[in-house]
């Protein structure tokens, strides 16, 4: 069964503090790994899409990485702005639909 | 800004009235999707659309009712909904079969039914 676990549920931290955030999968076969950010009460916002282990993009303070496994979303000297939930989601191969992860809520506190 | 528009914002039902969520995309994508979304959740997907033809419901209860008159055009009608179904709604379309930017999300519209 496709499944898609995101961790830490919610993240603290002090402005300037680097960390990452973990997207783990389990997918029969993946098209595609997505990162979103979603603020409040707002749809999500497109980040980045993966295809391939070993690959990797950057926007400016976020770094997106992927392993056969699992995605990580590296947070660079982060500012409050960034303060927002991030959605992982799979597409598998077949099919047409998303699979998202609960998110993770990050805090970044000035 | 964002190229999916949805309305109303906000929206607030009683459970005997029927009201409809609308969404509109100019991007030229041809595949559209209705998602719920409570607090502290993810998306659920609801429907499916591709090129204007229903491909998918998530076993979503008959009070809700999609509708996609043409390819820019997404509506989901209402009727008789419980307090349970308070939720964001979500529309999002994308190339069919995702593309690579995946979905693009509007807004929502935030749903209250008293």
């Known amino acids: 069964e496709d499944q898609v676990t995101q961790s830490p549920e919610a993240l603290r931290l002090q402005e300037g503090e680097s960390s990452s955030l973990n997207c783990s999968y389990t997918v029969s076969g993946l098209r595609g790994l997505f990162w979103y950010r979603q603020d409040p009460g707002k749809g999500p916002e497109f980040l980045f899409t993966?295809?391939?282990a070993g690959e990797e993009k950057e926007k400016e303070r976020l770094k997106a990485t992927l392993t056969k496994k699992e995605s990580f979303l590296h947070i660079t000297a982060p500012k409050p702005e960034d303060s927002a939930t991030y959605l992982c989601a799979v597409q598998a191969r077949t099919g047409n639909q998303f699979y998202f992860g609960t998110g993770t809520s990050l805090t970044v506190i000035p | 800004d964002t190229e999916v528009t949805q309305t109303p914002k906000h929206l607030v039902m009683g459970m005997t009235n029927k009201k409809s969520l609308k969404c509109e995309q100019h991007?030229?994508?041809?595949?559209m999707y209705w998602y719920k979304q409570k607090a502290k959740k993810p998306p659920e997907l609801m429907f499916v659309y591709s090129y204007e033809k229903l491909s998918i419901n998530e076993s979503v209860p008959s009070r809700f009712s999609p509708e996609c008159p043409n390819s820019s055009l997404l509506n989901l009608h209402l009727h008789a909904l419980q307090p349970e179904d308070s939720a964001l709604y979500l529309c999002?379309?994308?190339?069919?079969?995702?593309?690579?930017?995946?979905?693009?999300f509007g807004s929502g519209t935030r749903l209250t039914v008293v």
């Open positions: 991007m030229g994508h041809r595949a």
């Open positions: 999002a379309s994308s190339q069919p079969g995702g593309g690579s930017y995946g979905y693009t």
């Open positions: 993966l295809y391939s």
